[in-house]
């Protein structure tokens, strides 16, 4: 099959097809396989939950309504009886046969917590499948995150990804996305770099006090990391107001990283001051890397965050504030700029935290995300449901007719009586309380991860509409919808604390 490297060279004339016209030459292969190539507190978080955390990415599926395309989902876990049947009924009623005709679903039937490439190599038969659809057709590869293993599963299917190659995995550390927002001015909280023990936190606490005297808290974040999991908030002043220093700042750092994160601390990490203000917020900016390195940004978001110390992702409104949008979107090109020159491809995702102080808010940087994430899917959807695209001078997503379209989206709508409740109930019953996505309007819930109501009672939702605001009382009537038709009460879901 070549090397990786060699394979790579294919992804510019997929990519090419994907984006253009119409025409036979046009047609193309989509691998959708949402590999989670994770470990240590990230996997232990997600574990049994990890199987329908793919069925998010049954979104990005919807790519086949596209008579060019056809889409190969590959997961661990088959869909549910008549899923397939209920993504297609988002479409206009003249798509849904064909959508299902050139969706073709491959299941590696493994419940480990295994990536799913991992599981595609030890399967030659479903190896086979994939490559007798594809038959020599410019392809491509999504996968959640880049490692050696994907690489291998890449050459064994003879499909590039649409990624950074694992090689450059440390440019998206978070060591090395501070380095890169200075490199290219843009600001960051105050903090230090390359942390690996309790010695090195505590000589970092020292200087953020020096640069940010009166700061109660710092956060610690491992370098490895996603989705807020190696995030450890620690408060290094007393309550009377005194700074912690010398031996009782140890003792503070020692009870709150237990032995297990100082192992993992050990491949380095961060430590930055807890950002406070008048008003705080975790917006985030999305660009894609073309295969010749050009840079296009496709989304900004609002992230919500849960937890015991609201580090956790739960969910995300696009797009973020009209306060800051342009500035993270600005900020986020500059970036993924860098990461280009860099050798990075594919989606890139910067993470910014914003203070408002008064009328006057200030955007700060924290990570860079050299991967898929909580809102690669939630946007794929939109992409393929709505026509239009992200407009970053105006900070809003923008159809041709020149209207707008937002939405608020999780997966986190959770609740263990729902344990066993029937995915198609909560179809039905979205439908009936009439607030179904209408392809007609480009408006409605949408549901994913349905298949998490089997595991931990758990579904998720995006909720499209013309304003953020629509977009999230739609969400708030969803949530309620679901827990109704569970037989339980539910609530809104950006008021819950993450699991």
Request: hydrophobic residues 40%; proline residues 6%; aromatic residues 6%.
């Amino acid at each position: 099959m070549g090397t990786f490297e060699q394979l790579q060279q294919g992804l510019g004339a997929a990519w090419d097809a994907r984006r253009a016209g119409g025409g036979d030459e046009t047609r193309h292969v989509l691998v959708v396989m949402p590999s989670f190539s994770v470990q240590g507190q990230l996997l232990e978080h997600y574990g049994a939950r990890l199987g329908s955390m793919e069925h998010r990415y049954l979104l990005l599926a919807l790519a086949a309504r596209d008579p060019r395309c056809e889409v190969v989902y590959v997961s661990s876990l088959a869909p549910g009886p008549g899923v397939l049947d209920y993504y297609a009924s988002l479409l206009a009623p003249s798509e849904r046969a064909g959508f299902l005709q050139r969706l073709h679903v491959v299941t590696v039937d493994d419940p480990s917590w295994r990536p799913t490439a991992a599981k595609l190599l030890d399967d030659p038969a479903a190896v086979a499948r994939v490559r007798a659809v594809v038959d020599g057709r410019p392809a491509l590869l999504q996968v959640w995150n880049v490692t050696t293993t994907e690489e291998e599963a890449a050459i064994a299917l003879g499909v590039p990804i649409d990624g950074t190659p694992a090689r450059l995995r440390p440019l998206g550390f978070k060591s090395a996305g501070r380095r890169h927002f200075h490199a290219v001015g843009v600001d960051t909280p105050v903090g230090c770099e390359d942390v690996r023990d309790l010695d090195d936190v505590a000589r970092a606490v020292e200087e953020v006090r020096r640069r940010r005297p009166g700061t109660e808290r710092v956060v610690v974040k491992l370098d490895d990391s996603a989705a807020g999991d190696g995030n450890v908030t620690v408060r290094v002043r007393d309550p009377l107001g005194g700074d912690l220093t010398g031996n009782r700042l140890l003792q503070a750092l020692a009870q709150a990283v237990p032995p297990s994160y100082l192992a993992e601390l050990a491949a380095g990490g961060v430590v930055e001051e807890l950002v406070v203000g008048d008003d705080v917020t975790s917006p985030s900016g999305q660009a894609d890397i073309a295969p010749d390195g050009t840079v296009t940004v496709v989304s900004t978001h609002e992230q919500v965050l849960g937890g015991p110390d609201g580090q956790v992702y739960a969910g995300c409104v696009l797009p973020a504030q009209p306060a800051y949008a342009v500035a993270v979107a600005r900020a986020t090109a500059a970036v993924a700029e860098r990461l280009s020159a860099l050798g990075a491809r594919g989606r890139v995702g910067v993470d910014f935290v914003a203070r408002r102080d008064g009328d006057r808010w200030e955007v700060l940087a924290i990570e860079v995300n050299l991967r898929n994430g909580g809102t690669t899917h939630p946007l794929a959807g939109l992409a393929a449901l709505v026509s239009g695209r992200y407009d970053p001078t105006r900070g809003c997503w923008v159809t041709p007719d020149g209207s707008q379209r937002c939405y608020s989206s999780t997966d986190n709508i959770v609740d263990p009586h729902w344990l066993g409740v029937d995915p198609l109930q909560v179809v039905a019953a979205v439908q009936a309380a009439g607030i179904g996505f209408d392809p007609a309007t480009g408006t409605g819930l949408v549901l994913q991860m349905l298949s998490g109501l089997a595991i931990d009672g758990r579904v998720g939702l995006t909720a499209i509409g013309r304003t953020t605001a629509a977009a999230q009382q739609l969400a708030e009537h969803g949530s309620l919808v679901i827990g109704g038709c569970a037989g339980r009460g539910g609530r809104g879901w950006w008021r819950q604390t993450a699991n």
